[in-house]
């Protein structure tokens, strides 16, 4: 019997459907010494391409489960989506304790 995890295409392959797939990764990160306003207009523009894109929720999810730590993934930049987590924390915390 074997004891390898067996297949895992089923994680990633949402990724087929992006619509970001053909367009590179500088759009979706930033460069060494991009200062804010060159990234807020890059990240803007990264978001207009996850809005039409028909897997962003999948998107999302795998960033937040793997706890992505940068790049525009799902529409969210790793600041938004720390900030969603901690949220996220808090309201465990507070549903948990009472």
């Known amino acids: ?9 089923h994680h990633w392959v949402w990724q087929e459907d992006a619509a970001c797939r053909e367009l590179g990764s500088r759009l979706f990160f930033y ?4 200062q804010r306003p060159e990234r807020e207009a890059r990240d803007a523009a990264a978001k207009e391409v996850c809005a039409l894109c028909p897997v962003q929720r999948e998107c999302l999810r795998h960033a ?3 706890g992505e730590p940068f790049g525009v993934w799902g529409g969210l930049t790793a600041h938004e989506r720390r900030e ?3 949220a996220g924390d808090k ?8």
């Not at 019997?1 to 295409?9: H, K, Q, V, Y």
């Open 1 to 9: 019997m074997s004891r390898l995890p067996g297949r895992a295409e």
């Open 64 to 66: 937040l489960e793997v």
């Open 91 to 98: 309201r465990r915390a507070l549903t948990s304790t009472g």
């Open 31 to 34: 460069p060494a010494g991009e």
């Open 84 to 86: 969603l987590r901690t």
